[in-house]
């Protein structure tokens, strides 16, 4: 009991759409930060699938969110999470998440929602879909329902969700002041990312086809490091590099032990080393970086009923802490239960 109490200011929570497989972005940009804070100890670690969330772009074609959802626990598994350590989640099987945001759209002016700079960004990305929905302009509405639900005091995501973090600070507070002191108001836990680009040097993203992920392995993974952009500006072998404007140097940085990076550096500065040479001792490197991911999902692959059990679990531990965050909620708003009334 004293447990809780003392962990209570201390619950993360974060959550993924389940669009597609995790990348090498999504590892270093984010998945990395969950299993730190996870390793840290002293944290209650929450982290779900946001399957509600990816229906705001997906809608049109749903056929696939089941499957990128197991997808996406066996790549989190892989990547360090530990389901005895955190506890997983499927937003859709905690239906309380959906009253909650019909609750917090109420109270939630429309020009937050309209000018939120996170809103225009993925409608200018996501050109080719139809996002003149009511859902997609009130997806932060729900991103703050799935935060505050759990009381979380941190929530590590990246800089691109930083202002839908701030828009959930904005309608916690609105919900205390209007009705009674209910949720915390969650901190942003953002944490130094590498600057890792795609393949083609633009942001690693599955809509541009650029993207290494945590399942590419062998022929595959090396084929995808040898096609790699490197320092713009190096025509030639005999063209000396600049290692810090190359992306494959950047990988390097993570997947190379030092004295090597020093003295891939070194080489390229002086064009002693060939980008084809230097990709592929980077090729080497990931692969030996990303063999123990594989081993996992090996395992999780050949048993797919332990990762639905790990998420039916975590599950049923989400739903009772939204059943008593809702009690809460009705009390505070006086929205009585009518045995109640
Ligand atoms: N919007 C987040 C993303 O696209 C996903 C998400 C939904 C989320 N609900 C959340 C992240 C709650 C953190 C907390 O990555
Ligand atoms: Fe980049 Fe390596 Fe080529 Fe230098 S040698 S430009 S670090 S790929």
Redesign the pocket.
């Known amino acids: 009991m004293s447990g809780e109490v003392s962990l209570k200011g201390k619950r993360i929570?974060?959550?993924?759409?389940p669009t597609g497989r995790l990348h090498l972005g999504n590892l270093h940009g984010a998945l990395n930060n969950w299993v730190n804070l996870q390793n840290r100890g002293g944290y209650e670690c929450f982290y779900f699938v946001?399957d509600w969330?990816a229906l705001t772009s997906e809608y049109k074609d749903t056929s696939k969110i089941s499957a990128f959802t197991i997808d996406m626990i066996v790549d989190w598994l892989s990547a360090g999470l530990d389901p005895s350590r955190s506890t997983f989640f499927l937003q859709s099987e905690v239906e309380d998440h959906a009253e909650l945001f019909l609750i917090l759209s109420m109270i939630t002016p429309l020009a937050w929602l309209e000018r939120n700079p996170t809103y225009k960004e993925m409608k200018e990305e996501l050109f080719d879909r139809d996002l003149s929905t009511a859902g997609f302009l009130g997806?932060p509405v729900?991103?703050a329902a799935?935060?505050i639900m759990y009381k979380a005091f941190g929530?590590p995501?990246g800089v691109d969700?930083l202002p839908?973090i701030e828009l959930t600070r904005e309608i916690a507070r609105r919900f205390n002041f209007l009705y009674r002191e209910v949720f915390p108001i969650p901190e942003p836990l953002l944490t130094e990312v590498p600057k890792l680009l795609g393949l083609d040097g633009r942001k690693m993203s599955k809509s541009y086809d650029n993207a290494i992920y945590l399942r590419d392995r062998g022929d595959e993974l090396a084929r995808k490091i040898l096609s790699m952009f490197t320092d713009p500006e190096r025509k030639t072998k005999r063209d000396p590099g600049r290692p810090h404007l190359c992306n494959v140097f950047s990988f390097h940085g993570i997947y190379t032990a030092p004295d090597e990076l020093e003295q891939i550096s070194e080489d390229c500065k002086k064009a002693a080393v060939g980008c084809v040479e230097c990709k592929g001792r980077l090729a080497a490197a990931v692969a030996v970086g990303m063999a123990p991911f594989h081993e996992i999902q090996d395992h999780y692959l050949n048993n797919l009923n332990e990762v639905r059990d790990i998420l039916a679990d975590g599950t049923s531990r989400a739903r009772a802490i939204a059943r008593s965050t809702m009690d809460e909620v009705r009390d505070a708003l006086k929205i009585h239960r009518l045995q109640k009334m």
Do not use: P, T
């Open positions: 929570l974060s959550g993924m759409r946001a969330h997806y729900l991103q799935d935060i929530v995501v969700q839908h």
